[in-house]
């Protein structure tokens, strides 16, 4: 079984700054690249960016790109979204995801097998 646990989240002020966290454990897996998905009360679960674990080739959506960036530690299995500039429409609950089968990165939701719990940022203005 694979376990990914997210960190890192918490309230901050329209203009801040935070870093989310994504470790993976457990069994030995081969996943292609993480990606990092938000979901707000009402609304559907959107992507946000994502990352190979090969090559770090980087995939960003609109609304975050020159914002956000996204890394990984291949020897720690664990991948970070720096988030900067941060605004109210950013608050929504952050979580990461693996996807076992195809290279990538890729965006859509149901392309990536295993999600972790989620970790709420919320900002203020």
């Known amino acids: 079984q694979v376990q990914l646990a997210e960190s890192g989240g918490g309230l901050v002020q329209a203009g801040g700054s935070l870093r989310l966290s994504c470790a993976a454990s457990g069994r030995a897996f081969r996943s292609y690249a993480m990606g990092w998905f938000r979901q707000a009360p009402g609304r559907e679960r959107e992507f946000v960016a994502a990352i190979t674990w090969s090559l770090g080739s980087t995939n960003y959506a609109d609304s975050v790109k020159g914002r956000f960036t996204i890394s990984r530690d291949n020897a720690k299995k664990t991948v970070y979204l720096q988030m900067n500039s941060l605004k109210p429409e950013d608050t929504a609950v952050y979580y990461c995801?693996?996807?076992?089968?195809?290279?990538?990165?890729?965006?859509?939701?149901?392309?990536?097998?295993?999600w972790g719990q989620g970790t709420q940022v919320t900002v203020s203005s």
């Open positions: 995801a693996a996807d076992l089968r195809l290279p990538g990165p890729r965006s859509q939701p149901d392309e990536y097998d295993y």
